[in-house]
């Protein structure tokens, strides 16, 4: 058959740019269909503005500290500044990055639009009121994933943040209950906390970061509730209201007694969800689970001729594995090199002060693999 395209690729985020880069690179003919802006999570609602947040507050902290050797200020950082910042600084590295006319240049088709499957080989190009129908021998779903909201009562009757609306704020707030400890809870509780705001951090679970070393995110919780970050952790989340005033009341139940909490803001970071539910994959015939499409090693879905890369698949949620996932996915499909997921040595960080990393198996998983292991402290 004579396709469109010889490779199509669904989502402009970090693994859809990687992979149409690479595709384009290689020779092959590509389409890259983003529904929003290129540079996807990673530029607009993540890495870029976090890390960009968390560098402005450490300047304030160390302002702070410094006070204690006899330096003096007049005032501390200016919050619509501090966000008027965050944003300039997204902006600059998608035009520095990902701006659809530098992949244009690299011979990468883009359209902008919602794609959904019309079957295994054929995509339809939905924006406004056009449609364009679009075939590809390969493509690679890079779509993603969005803030996931807990099932709490009261949560859509609510004005609330996610990591999606945080980086928009123009005024400081001056209470901020954060509904979980993962990475994106606790970096965001530093940063609000250094900047001024009070911050307040809620878990259902018994500590923060559940996927690094227990010990390790101790010692950092101790360090985070001596900078004067609250915590509320093995404590359920029962209701969500809005009180006069404009303030926020969270409900929630330790050990069986109610308490509540009532504050200016409330961010939603209680993890994240795959975006697949719109690209109408029963007509692709493409498996998928509650957490994600499902692929084998090689990126590969049960069509060979169709790969998922980065948080859609469900797998891992970092900005550096969806670029890994993109090149192994591109080098099966068009170079016929078996390469597969390096699961062993997948790096993360948190990104506090003091960083929190880690890479490889983890202490708990030697343990249930009966697999013999050395701690070293220094």
């Given at each position: 058959?004579?396709?469109?395209?010889?490779?199509?690729?669904?989502?402009?985020?970090?693994?859809?740019?990687?992979?149409?880069?690479?595709?384009?690179n290689f020779g092959a003919?590509?389409?890259?269909?983003?529904?929003?802006?290129?540079?996807?999570?990673?530029?607009?609602?993540?890495?870029?503005?976090?890390?960009?947040?968390?560098?402005?507050?450490?300047?304030?902290?160390?302002?702070?500290?410094?006070?204690?050797?006899?330096?003096?200020?007049?005032?501390g950082l200016d919050f619509?500044?501090?966000?008027?910042?965050?944003?300039?600084?997204?902006?600059?590295?998608?035009?520095?990055?990902?701006?659809p006319d530098i992949y244009?240049?690299?011979?990468?088709?883009?359209?902008?639009?919602?794609?959904?499957?019309?079957?295994?080989?054929?995509?339809?190009?939905?924006?406004?009121?056009?449609?364009?129908?679009?075939?590809?021998?390969?493509?690679?779903?890079?779509?993603?994933?969005?803030?996931?909201?807990?099932?709490?009562?009261?949560?859509?009757?609510?004005?609330?943040?996610?990591?999606?609306?945080?980086?928009?704020?123009?005024?400081?707030?001056?209470?901020?209950?954060?509904?979980?400890?993962?990475?994106?809870?606790?970096?965001?509780?530093?940063?609000?906390?250094?900047?001024?705001?009070?911050?307040?951090?809620?878990?259902?679970?018994?500590?923060?970061?559940?996927?690094?070393?227990?010990?390790?995110?101790?010692?950092?919780?101790?360090?985070?509730?001596?900078?004067?970050?609250?915590?509320?952790?093995?404590?359920?989340?029962?209701?969500?209201?809005?009180?006069?005033?404009?303030?926020?009341?969270?409900?929630?139940?330790?050990?069986?007694?109610?308490?509540?909490?009532?504050?200016?803001?409330?961010?939603?970071?209680?993890?994240?969800?795959?975006?697949?539910?719109?690209?109408?994959?029963?007509?692709?015939?493409?498996?998928?689970?509650?957490?994600?499409?499902?692929?084998?090693?090689?990126?590969?879905?049960?069509?060979?001729?169709?790969?998922?890369?980065?948080?859609?698949?469900?797998?891992?949620?970092?900005?550096?594995?969806?670029?890994?996932?993109?090149?192994?996915?591109?080098?099966?499909?068009?170079?016929?090199?078996?390469?597969?997921?390096?699961?062993?040595?997948?790096?993360?960080?948190?990104?506090?002060?003091?960083?929190?990393?880690?890479?490889?198996?983890?202490?708990?998983?030697?343990?249930?693999?009966?697999?013999?292991?050395?701690?070293?402290?220094?």
């Amino acid at each position: 058959m004579k396709y469109d395209y010889d490779l199509l690729v669904i989502g402009g985020g970090a693994g859809g740019l990687t992979a149409a880069g690479m595709g384009a690179n290689f020779g092959a003919k590509t389409l890259m269909v983003e529904e929003d802006k290129l540079g996807g999570d990673c530029t607009w609602h993540g890495c870029i503005p976090s890390k960009t947040l968390l560098h402005l507050s450490k300047v304030a902290q160390n302002v702070r500290e410094a006070e204690k050797f006899g330096y003096r200020k007049s005032r501390g950082l200016d919050f619509s500044t501090v966000m008027e910042h965050v944003r300039s600084k997204r902006e600059e590295v998608y035009e520095e990055a990902d701006d659809p006319d530098i992949y244009r240049r690299m011979g990468v088709d883009i359209e902008f639009g919602e794609a959904l499957f019309i079957d295994d080989h054929t995509i339809r190009i939905v924006k406004d009121e056009e449609n364009r129908r679009v075939s590809s021998r390969y493509i690679i779903i890079a779509t993603g994933s969005k803030a996931k909201l807990p099932p709490i009562e009261g949560v859509h009757k609510i004005s609330y943040h996610t990591s999606e609306t945080i980086f928009e704020l123009k005024e400081e707030p001056e209470s901020l209950a954060i509904i979980g400890a993962g990475p994106i809870g606790i970096e965001m509780a530093q940063a609000f906390h250094r900047l001024g705001t009070q911050v307040t951090v809620f878990d259902i679970l018994p500590r923060i970061l559940s996927n690094d070393d227990q010990e390790l995110a101790g010692i950092l919780q101790e360090y985070l509730e001596d900078e004067g970050i609250h915590f509320k952790l093995a404590t359920d989340a029962k209701k969500l209201s809005e009180i006069s005033g404009e303030k926020v009341r969270i409900e929630t139940e330790v050990n069986g007694e109610l308490s509540i909490w009532e504050g200016s803001e409330v961010l939603i970071a209680a993890g994240r969800t795959a975006n697949y539910e719109g690209l109408q994959l029963e007509r692709a015939g493409i498996n998928h689970q509650p957490n994600g499409i499902t692929v084998d090693n090689r990126c590969r879905t049960n069509k060979k001729h169709i790969y998922a890369v980065g948080d859609v698949t469900g797998r891992y949620q970092f900005t550096h594995m969806s670029e890994h996932m993109a090149k192994v996915a591109v080098t099966n499909a068009l170079l016929k090199i078996p390469k597969k997921i390096d699961r062993k040595h997948v790096p993360w960080s948190t990104y506090t002060d003091p960083e929190l990393a880690h890479v490889g198996a983890t202490e708990d998983e030697l343990l249930n693999n009966s697999i013999s292991y050395k701690t070293y402290r220094f």
